[in-house]
């Protein structure tokens, strides 16, 4: 049996979700705070646009939060604030395994 995802999830990050852009810039919504499980690697990906970018930080959280974590996103991480690149949901139907993978600039 799996661990459920809430016992790796020990880490609280802060998120304002890009809701799109006006005459003055990006606009985003309130802040919510969500538990992730983030893991510092920096890899070189591609984001939602098909550019290669590097990412310093994946967060792993619910696939639930898919609709938070969209491209260009503020996401508030302990020491720095980071950039939605990419969210990939990984579901195969059991709660325990399914999650959302989230990388970050």
Same mark, same amino acid.
């Given at each position: 049996m799996f661990a459920a995802?809430? %016992?790796?999830? !020990?880490?609280t990050v802060t998120v304002?979700? +890009?809701t799109g852009s006006g005459a003055n810039g990006d606009i985003f919504g309130a802040s919510v705070d969500r538990d992730v499980f983030l893991e510092?690697?920096? +890899? !070189?990906?591609?984001d939602a646009t098909g550019e290669q970018?590097?990412?310093?930080?994946? !967060?792993?959280?619910?696939?639930? %939060?898919?609709?938070?974590f969209t491209p260009d996103s503020k996401v508030a991480l302990p020491g720095r604030t980071a950039?939605? !690149?990419?969210? +990939?949901?990984?579901?195969?139907?059991?709660? %325990?395994? %399914?999650h959302l993978e989230v990388t970050l600039t």
């Amino acid at each position: 049996m799996f661990a459920a995802a809430e %016992d790796f999830q !020990l880490t609280t990050v802060t998120v304002r979700t +890009k809701t799109g852009s006006g005459a003055n810039g990006d606009i985003f919504g309130a802040s919510v705070d969500r538990d992730v499980f983030l893991e510092d690697s920096r +890899k !070189l990906v591609r984001d939602a646009t098909g550019e290669q970018v590097v990412s310093e930080t994946t !967060l792993y959280a619910d696939v639930a %939060d898919a609709a938070v974590f969209t491209p260009d996103s503020k996401v508030a991480l302990p020491g720095r604030t980071a950039r939605v !690149l990419l969210a +990939k949901r990984h579901v195969i139907g059991d709660p %325990d395994v %399914d999650h959302l993978e989230v990388t970050l600039t």
